[in-house]
Each structure stands twice: as C-alpha cells, then as structure tokens.
C-alpha cells in the first residue's frame, strides 16, 4: 500500500480513507448503514435546507440488483461484491423562508457533496469503505428508483470491508492502493485566483 503523507497537521482519519474496490464477502447490517446514513444527516447546508436524499440497496436484495444494472460493466465487475450500493441524490429547488415559489439552490449539490463525505467518513471511520461511483447510467438509475424530475442523481457509493485485490478483475488489481493529493500550493492560494 502507498503512503500517504499530509504537509500540514490533520487528523489522521483523512489519510486513512480511501477508496478501495476489492470487498470481501461481509454482510452489512441495515442498522449499521443507517448509522452512516446518520452523520450524513448532519453535514451543513446552506440555509438547512438539506437537499440530499439516499436511496440505498443491501447486496442480495432486488434493490441492490436494480443500482447494480445501471453502472457500467468495469463497475459492475467489482461492485457486485459491496455489501451495500447507496445512490446519491440531490433536490435542485427549494422553498425560502417566507416564500411560497420554489426556486433553484444554486448549492444543491454542493451540499449534496458534504452529506455524502460525511457518510463516507463515518463509514471509514466504523472500519468500511467507501467507493464513489461516477460510471452508470443516471437516466436509467433514475427511471429504476422513481426519482422525480426536480431532483438529480449524482453519483452511487459502493461500501464494503476492504478484500484482496485478488478478487478484483486483473486489469483493476494494480489500482487497488490509495491515490495521492496534489500539493496544497496547486490547490489553496492566497488573495486572488493563482494557478495555471
């Protein structure tokens, strides 16, 4: 496994997650999903208005089956062995204090994002693992949950324990090690728009 080396001091919890794809066979139990789903509830949100929902699918179930069928088939080759898909979703309009018209959150999926991180998190921090899943078909995810059409589907996250790379497909086992950062200094600047 690679290192992972912060240049300023944090907690270790963000070195230590990661995004493996190899998972081994474990069960998670719905009431350990929920605890996930749980510090999700409590990422901030601008005016709280709280626009993620999660639609989530046990392996073995026929909601599983159903997330599992619109990711790509590279994603289908090792999300299979999750034991849990949970589909990201986020509501574009919302009603302001006092207004009775909804109007576009600008910040929909922006929050959306933290919500997600903070499940991840919690799970990282329960001894899963998180994977984010971009590939798969939103349309057709959409059409298989009954999203309605004033939300957007953004991403689904694979949990599992983490499981050998052997069980991976051979052309993701070289993969199966956690990524490195770009330097803060390409991504933090001071006072004004910096970088190339």
Request: glycine share 6%.
């Amino acid at each position: 496994m690679s290192e992972r080396e912060s240049h300023h001091p944090i907690d270790p919890q963000f070195l230590q997650r990661w995004s493996p794809r190899a998972f081994t066979d474990e069960r998670l139990d719905e009431a350990t999903l929920l605890t996930f789903l749980e510090a999700a509830r409590w990422a901030p949100s601008g005016f709280n208005a709280q626009p993620w929902r999660f639609v989530y699918a046990l392996r073995g179930t026929p909601g599983f089956a159903n997330i599992l069928a619109t990711l790509s088939p590279t994603n289908q080759s090792w999300a299979q062995r999750a034991a849990a898909l949970v589909t990201v979703i986020s509501q574009q309009r919302w009603t302001p204090p006092g207004q009775d018209t909804p109007k576009l959150n600008g910040m929909h999926a922006f929050d959306t994002g933290a919500a997600s991180a903070y499940m991840k998190l919690q799970a990282s921090l329960s001894g899963w693992h998180a994977h984010t899943v971009g590939g798969f078909d939103r349309e057709a995810l959409g059409r298989n949950l009954a999203v309605p059409e004033d939300f957007v589907v953004q991403v689904v996250v694979a949990l599992g324990r983490r499981g050998d790379r052997s069980l991976l497909p051979e052309a993701l086992q070289a993969r199966e090690q956690p990524s490195t950062r770009l330097p803060l200094a390409s991504l933090a600047a001071a006072d004004r728009f910096g970088f190339s």
